[in-house]
């Protein structure tokens, strides 16, 4: 069994930053891509940024030039950097990953619990 433990969430001002992370444990043989998406009240589910494990890297528009996704292999675990955040990343973020399990070799997909996201004056 693997599991995903998302951190860092809270409320910030508009113009303020936060950092998330994601820590996956388990019986883990690799990660391949991991990410973070994120759904706002009343909205679907959208992605904010990838990350393969070779460190290429995908953003949202709506991100791009704010947000910086990066992970350490080591550990398993992935970063969404969020600087000038606004309030229309108001959201629960989740976490994402492609996993390898170190017994059957085969991949599964992978979400954290979500952590809240709140950016206001």
């Known amino acids: 069994q693997v599991q995903l433990v998302e951190s860092g969430g809270g409320l910030v001002q508009p113009g303020g930053s936060l950092r998330l992370s994601c820590a996956a444990s388990?019986?883990?043989?690799?990660?391949?891509?991991m990410g973070w998406y994120r759904q706002a009240p009343g909205k679907e589910r959208e992605l904010v940024a990838t990350?393969?494990?070779?460190?290429?890297?995908n953003y949202a528009d709506s991100v791009k030039g704010r947000f910086t996704i990066s992970r350490d292999n080591a550990k398993n675990t992935v970063y969404l950097q969020m600087n000038n955040l606004k309030p229309e990343d108001t959201a629960v973020y989740y976490c994402?990953?492609?996993?390898?399990?170190?017994?059957?070799?085969?991949?599964?997909?992978?979400w954290g619990q979500g952590t809240q996201v709140t950016v206001s004056s």
């Open positions: 388990g019986s883990i043989f690799s990660i391949n891509a």
């Open positions: 990350i393969t494990s070779g460190g290429s890297t």
């Open positions: 994402n990953a492609v996993v390898q399990y170190y017994s059957s070799r085969r991949m599964y997909n992978h």
